[in-house]
């Protein structure tokens, strides 16, 4: 947590509650109309007890997870999306009373223009009640390794109406909220999934034996031995075609480590390329 700047909020804040009294016998006093200041007061003590209390809980749920001050996850942006959420409806509720508008009787008489509203950003609420949703959930954490409507990657951040993935080639992708919520989606992390599978297709003329092809994939990631379970290699044949079979190197690693997976893999699909051409040769 950063004490200094909750130290400045907790001193504006006792600092207003302090003085509400002495500023609304003033106003009452007043010859001239400064009921907004009373309004304005009454906004920045909600927007400062909410920014504390926040703080209180990410600093509470940090120490109970250990979690570093520069990291965070889908708890922490969860707690701030909710706080966002409650600020915006207090700055429009500011903006009313400022204008001497009668809240209440504003929703009840535009209460078919808000329905008609709602019906419009229908899609855009249900994104932003999606991000809520998984923000507090144990489905996704900021920093799990998923495949989410085909695209494979690490989760950077949850957004109010997007997940941010950085996928295998280093491309940001932004996927809506709705899009997550909705499709089938694997959570590498959370499986602990340590088999890894390299798919690849052969043309049937430039394969001798599967056996020498499986010893050659072997041969190719005997550098990395130390990582991969023993006898845990095995080369299934998918499909037969009619020129070409389809193939799924298989293999167990000890731990999840997605860059060693990355490695290995584009070390296996290498040894496939250079195996085809050893035999065009």
Not at 108 to 121: G, K, M, P, Y
Not at 216 to 240: C, F, G, H, P, T
């Amino acid at each position: 947590m950063n004490w200094t700047a909750f130290i400045v909020k907790s001193i504006l804040l006792a600092g207003l509650v302090f003085s509400k009294p002495y500023l609304t016998e003033w106003v009452s006093d007043s010859k001239h109309n400064w009921e907004f200041l009373l309004v304005m007061d009454s906004f920045f003590v909600f927007a400062l007890s909410s920014s504390l209390v926040v703080n209180i809980l990410s600093w509470g749920y940090r120490r109970r997870n250990k979690i570093d001050i520069n990291r965070t996850d889908n708890v922490l942006a969860g707690l701030e999306n909710v706080y966002y959420l409650i600020l915006a409806g207090a700055v429009v509720l500011t903006l009313l009373g400022i204008f001497g508008i009668d809240y209440k009787t504003l929703f009840t008489s535009l209460s078919i223009v808000a329905a008609a509203i709602a019906i419009i950003s229908k899609d855009y609420i249900s994104e932003v009640i999606s991000g809520v949703i998984m923000s507090f959930s144990n489905d996704f954490s900021i920093g799990d390794y998923v495949n989410i409507a085909g695209h494979k990657g690490r989760i950077l951040d949850l957004h109010f109406t997007r997940v941010e993935l950085l996928n295998e080639d280093d491309d940001i992708i932004f996927i809506p909220n709705n899009k997550v919520f909705s499709s089938e989606t694997i959570n590498y992390t959370k499986r602990q999934l340590r088999k890894v599978s390299v798919e690849f297709e052969v043309d049937q003329k430039y394969i001798k034996t599967v056996e020498s092809l499986e010893e050659d994939l072997i041969q190719s990631v005997s550098d990395y031995a130390d990582n991969i379970v023993e006898r845990s290699y095995n080369l299934k044949i998918v499909e037969i075609k009619k020129d070409s079979i389809s193939f799924k190197f298989q293999y167990v690693l000890f731990q999840v480590d997605r860059e060693l997976e990355k490695e290995i893999r584009k070390k296996t699909v290498r040894k496939v390329v250079n195996f085809i051409n050893a035999q065009v040769d």
